[in-house]
């Protein structure tokens, strides 16, 4: 099925749709990429305005205002009451004396001033901010297949989010160069500023939002593994947490020439059991989804040839008031889903030694926990860069899972330094310690009215055809033990550290 409204960057969904009288303009990269390996992990609502439509807009930004008709937007503060983060930062854990870093090819070039902006629109703390290149600084190019654009958005994103959720954290951003492919070529100069953060950088949290399929390494697989695995066990000596993305396509995910494999895969680095694998949700805060057409006659409406708000009007069909609904991330109109399942690099590590082996079969399971990573109920994000409309973007992907995931260790940390401990460090052995009470947990979820009726309950990407895992009570494959309900876990987690 053609993959409509989508960007591939051939291993990660990056939609950069622009509105054309109304109608979604396609455009993909994949045929032009066949190298292109680790990509980010982020996905953009397309431009398509609610100009023309007689409901009020799901998303108003903020100034430049552009309205969505259908394509819900989050404020830090309304993201913040969702998860209980306000509280925390009521009692004064803002991310203080702590430091994120942020690890993306290319950078952004416009990445400070975008920063700034968005935190003087939020009326948060200017931002404390560092970049990195540890390979030279690259000369930005929007024409390049979409590729810098695409890694400018991943960028805005990181920066924004995590300091929207830790507001007073340092962050520091490592802007590898080139962009990171299969082999020599691009992996040294993202692990080379790894290493330097490692190095100078002490009990800081790392935010990974990229990915590549663990099957692309092939019979190097361990080999190469080896030397990254390096990285993360000196993260682990220094009291460094490193949190990855789990992807965006599900289970169908794709080799060096854009194929997705035929069977369920999963994506490294989040698979690494030393990485704390970050999955994706559909958070519906104050609104619900309410279909009333199926994903088929959505399809079918876009393909003879209607303009997207007008198929839109039934499929992504709302309904408003008071609540809070969280479903696994699967988002069928992209088509979109979180990545989770079975690692075929690791065995099952014993922080999951408590999670049943009819579910795991000896092998690593991921993700551990989740965040939003919608589109539709996506983070707001401002970008000036070329080749993207300036302004405000609705953006999700576990690339906005990671980070805010990030901001939440920040948070801890701080914490337990005020109770006089060492930062978190390795997350997961003490993670799979927590209460249950500590996690939103992520069960089926049904939608809908009529033809609409659509439930929730796995991670498998529409119309790929492969297989997904299913959302069950309790951890499971698709959101790990869930999203983090915010105050509880950060004093949870810092009171576990010994």
Known sequence: ???????????ALVVLVAASVGRAAPVSAAATLPNTLLSPLVAVAPDISSQG?????????PSPVFTYAFFHCYTPAQMEAAYGVDRLHAEGLTGKGQTIVIVDSYGSPTALQDLQFFSSTFGLPQPN??????TGKPAYNPAMHGIQVGWAFETSLDLQWAHAMAPDAKIVLVAANPAETEGEQGFPSMFKGEQYVVDHYPGSVISQSFAVT????????LQQVAKFDKVYQQAVANGITVVSATGDSGTANVDKQGRVYPFPTAQWPASDPLVTAAGGTWLQSGWRWDPTVSTATFYSCLAAGNPFNTCAATYLNY?????????????????????GGLSVLYPTPSF????????????????????NAAVDGGALVYTSFGGARLGWHTVGGTSASTPQIAAMVALTNQLAAQMGKHSVGYLNPLLYTLPASDFNDIVPQTFGSGAGVTTLDSNQEYASGIPGYSTTAGWDLTTGFGSPSAFNLVHDLATAIH
């Not at 439509?53 to 930004?61: K, L, S, V």
């Not at 663990?214 to 697989?221: I, K, R, V, Y």
Request: charged share 15%.
């Open 129 to 134: 901010l560092t970049i990195l290149y540890p």
């Open 352 to 371: 999951q030694s408590g999670i049943p082996q009819s579910l795991l079969h000896g092998h690593r399971g991921l993700p551990d926990v989740s965040w």
């Open 1 to 11: 099925m053609k993959r409509l409204l989508t960007l591939f960057l051939t291993m």
């Open 319 to 339: 309904t408003t008031g008071p609540g809070r609904t969280e479903a696994v991330w699967k988002e069928d109109w992209l088509p979109a889903a979180t990545g």
């Open 214 to 221: 663990e099957q692309s390494f092939n019979a190097a697989a």
């Open 53 to 61: 439509t007689t409901n009020p807009p799901a998303c108003t930004t």
